[in-house]
């Protein structure tokens, strides 16, 4: 089973940071955990991925968990402009440069003023 | 990182007819890949496209209703066949290199079929 599990919606105030939770319970050691988000009409934009360590970049912090079944995104300090699906993804299929990404029903962020 | 050019941005379409879409990316890629997100839904991986080869279809979808091309690693195509109205969504086109890369997505083909 390939799947993630999220919840279907979240809400944020501005300026606060926002904590995404995933589920990943069946991950497998060779796969990643990515995330996404799509905001509306546009495609969808990368936001940080990750293996067994935590990550950071100048969009969010990913959290995995030791045991690698679940992972939290954070968005330190929220803004309107993070309202949007997130995604959050593994990766499925064979090794190497074979992959792909499967995605779920994400959760709707709404960030509020 | 990957620039995604998809073409046409948006189209509206006879029933019955067919639309081929186009993915060119500004770079080469290892891995492109074919997406249809209906209207309020999630994304749905269509197939993966292989460069030189038959594209690896995704279960539910076939290759008489989607036939894909890769002529190099810099371009594909998606044709949607004799379209019916449930074939109106937004086409996406996403391109990769390797596992544990980020994957890039191009702006989509909105596509309407009446």
């Known amino acids: 089973d390939a799947k993630t599990t999220q919840p279907t919606s979240m809400d944020c105030a501005e300026g606060r940071a926002a904590n995404l939770p995933c589920n990943h319970s069946?991950?497998?050691?060779?796969?990643?955990v990515y995330w996404y988000r799509q905001i509306h009409s546009q495609g969808p934009q990368y936001i940080i991925h990750?293996?067994?360590n935590n990550e950071t970049n100048e969009m969010a912090s990913l959290i995995i968990t030791e045991d690698r079944k679940s992972s939290t995104l954070i968005l330190p300090h929220a803004t309107l402009r993070d309202t949007a699906v997130y995604y959050c993804?593994?990766?499925?299929?064979?090794?190497?440069?074979?992959?792909?990404?499967?995605f779920g029903k994400g959760t709707l962020l709404t960030v509020n003023p | 990182s990957a620039v995604i050019s998809q073409k046409p941005s948006r189209d509206i379409c006879q029933r019955g007819t067919s639309l081929t879409i186009q993915c060119q990316v500004d770079?080469?890629?290892?891995?492109m890949f074919w997406y249809r997100q209906q209207p309020g839904q999630s994304l749905t991986l269509i197939a993966t496209?292989?460069?030189?080869?038959?594209?690896?279809?995704e279960s539910g979808f076939v290759i008489d209703k989607f036939p894909i091309s890769r002529p190099n690693l810099t371009f594909s195509t998606l044709t949607v066949s004799n379209m019916s109205p449930e074939d109106s969504s937004i086409y996406l086109c996403?391109?990769?290199?390797?596992?544990?890369?980020?994957?890039?997505f191009g702006q989509g083909t909105r596509l309407t079929v009446v």
């Open positions: 069946t991950i497998s050691g060779n796969e990643y």
């Open positions: 496209a292989n460069q030189g080869s038959e594209a690896t279809y």
């Open positions: 996403s391109v990769g290199y390797n596992r544990g890369t980020e994957a890039f």
């Open positions: 990750g293996l067994k």
């Open positions: 770079s080469q890629v290892t891995m």
């Open positions: 993804i593994r990766t499925t299929g064979g090794g190497g440069s074979n992959y792909k990404l499967t």
